[in-house]
């Protein structure tokens, strides 16, 4: 399969990077691992006429820790978070979430920026952004912006995002220590989308959950963040009766699509099952 | 489409050409370069029969376009056995393990384990599994790549290779 043809555009820096983007308009696409763009490429589905690779700005590479929070550059990749020891002591939620998506020659390409910014509701990251109360930081000519993750989903592959726009980092609060964590995915096959996924993110003291975050991937049109199951989570043991409601109330909020992965009812139920055994193993590891 | 100059090394040697945007890294590899190892399967990123070794990855050259990889460092299967003819240790234990049937996976089966073993010099069972799992093997002959894998780990480690019991 052969794409349609384009014109290719390699800056080497962000202001470039824009500045291109605002030139070529509307037929420009930015480009970064390219894993879901190119084979939407392949299959015509999608045909820009210019495309603005990224990989060739250094400002958009990099893990690092800034105060409270850990800055992850756009363009770094599913591998590099997988390998960051800094990520694995302070938010080992997103090296189990990476090690889920696609398989060992897609993660050494594909990127955090393209996963949570195209907006395909399969993609994993932004339901785990969304748990954990990351933030975006985008730039276009008008200027920079920071868009919270819960407010960066519009619709299927419609997102805050303007044209002309491109994320540059994701910044993402340190979950305080000893916290909880877990991404449990359903999916049929290694590199398959999720029929349904749960993240969550809990504090415990003395048996009581202190703070929930939860997300759901794959069921609905757009990631989901379950503030509701949260919160009624929130207070509680986690005794049975309380997680029953918890996922009767973020079951209640999915919408997903009947197709390969099963009929929606199944999906529904499914992301429920995600969560109670993403509750478990956060439990399990919340000290 | 205005075409453009790429350069790169492809095992071990200089490697120029031009090619349209459009151009995927596999078909560069195969129709300009004749390397035909690097195959074509299921063209969707998903089989992993195009595998090939790109600046220390292993990255599937159906989902790369030619010029991305322009200044990158590449090993395809032809690469892996030494300039007399010597087999790379992995082909060798492909060929003693039966780790292929057809061999349509085989050479990207060789060049995902490669870079697995330079990761990681001694890996379990399970890392072995784990790190080819974004290649298919159609004859399902998991069994002996897993073993011939195992055979090239302990032939690296200098250690004798114990078949596991089945």
């Given at each position: 399969m052969i794409p349609g043809s384009f014109a290719y555009h390699r800056p080497t820096s962000i202001g470039e990077a824009i500045?291109?983007?605002?030139d070529l308009g509307e037929e420009a696409r930015p480009l970064a691992g390219g894993h879901s763009l190119i084979p939407m490429m392949k299959l015509r589905l999608a045909a820009p006429e210019h495309l603005v690779d990224l990989a060739g700005i250094p400002d958009l590479k990099g893990i690092r820790a800034d105060g409270s929070d850990v800055v992850v550059g756009a363009m770094t990749t599913q591998h590099e978070i997988v390998a960051s020891e800094l990520l694995a002591s302070k938010i080992p939620l997103l090296r189990e979430t990476s090690l889920v998506i696609a398989d060992p020659q897609v993660r050494y390409v594909g990127t955090l920026g393209g996963n949570v910014a195209n907006g395909d509701p399969g993609n994993d990251m932004p339901a785990v952004?969304?748990?954990?109360?990351?933030?975006?930081?985008?730039?276009?000519?008008?200027?920079?912006?920071s868009i919270s993750a819960r407010d960066f989903y519009q619709?299927?592959?419609?997102?805050?995002?303007?044209?002309?726009?491109?994320?540059?980092?994701?910044?993402?609060?340190?979950?305080?220590?000893?916290?909880?964590?877990?991404?449990?995915?359903l999916k049929r096959k290694v590199g398959d989308y999720a029929t349904a996924a749960a993240a969550v993110l809990l504090t415990m003291s003395g048996g009581t959950v202190t703070a929930c975050s939860i997300g759901l991937t794959n069921v609905a049109g757009t990631p989901l963040w379950a503030e509701e199951a949260a919160n009624v989570l929130t207070g509680s043991t986690l005794d049975a009766a309380t997680v029953k409601r918890a996922l009767t109330a973020a079951e209640a909020i999915t919408s997903p699509a009947s197709d390969g992965r099963g009929p929606a009812h199944y999906r529904?139920?499914?992301?429920?099952?995600?969560?109670?055994?993403a509750l478990a193993s956060a439990k399990a590891r919340a000290h | 489409m205005a075409k453009s100059q790429v350069s790169m090394t492809v095992n071990g040697k200089p490697a120029d050409g031009l090619v349209e945007p459009r151009t995927l890294l596999i078909h560069f590899l195969r129709e300009q370069l004749n390397l035909t190892g690097p195959h074509i399967g299921c063209d969707t990123s998903h089989c992993g029969a195009c595998t090939v070794d790109l600046d220390g990855k292993s990255v599937k050259s159906c989902t790369m376009f030619a010029v991305q990889a322009n200044?990158?460092?590449?090993?395809?299967?032809?690469?892996?056995?030494?300039?007399?003819?010597?087999l790379h240790v992995l082909q060798e234990a492909f060929r003693e393990m039966h780790g292929?049937?057809?061999g349509f996976c085989t050479p990207g089966m060789i060049v995902r384990a490669y870079r697995l073993l330079e990761e990681n010099k001694n890996p379990s069972e399970e890392e072995i599994r784990f790190g080819i799992s974004g290649n298919l093997c159609r004859c399902t002959g998991y069994q002996n790549i897993v073993k011939a894998i195992q055979y090239a780990a302990a032939k690296i480690n200098g250690v004798p290779f114990e078949e596991a019991a089945e």
């Open positions: 500045s291109l983007l605002a952004m969304m748990c954990l109360g990351a933030s975006y930081q985008v730039v276009g000519n008008s200027g920079e912006r619709g299927t592959y419609l997102t805050a995002l303007r044209p002309g726009e491109i994320l540059t980092n994701v910044r993402i609060p340190i979950p305080v220590a000893g916290h909880g964590f877990a991404y449990e995915k529904t139920k499914m992301a429920g099952v995600m969560l109670a055994r | 200044g990158a460092d590449i090993r395809t299967i032809e690469g892996m056995a030494a300039a007399d003819g010597t292929l049937q057809c």
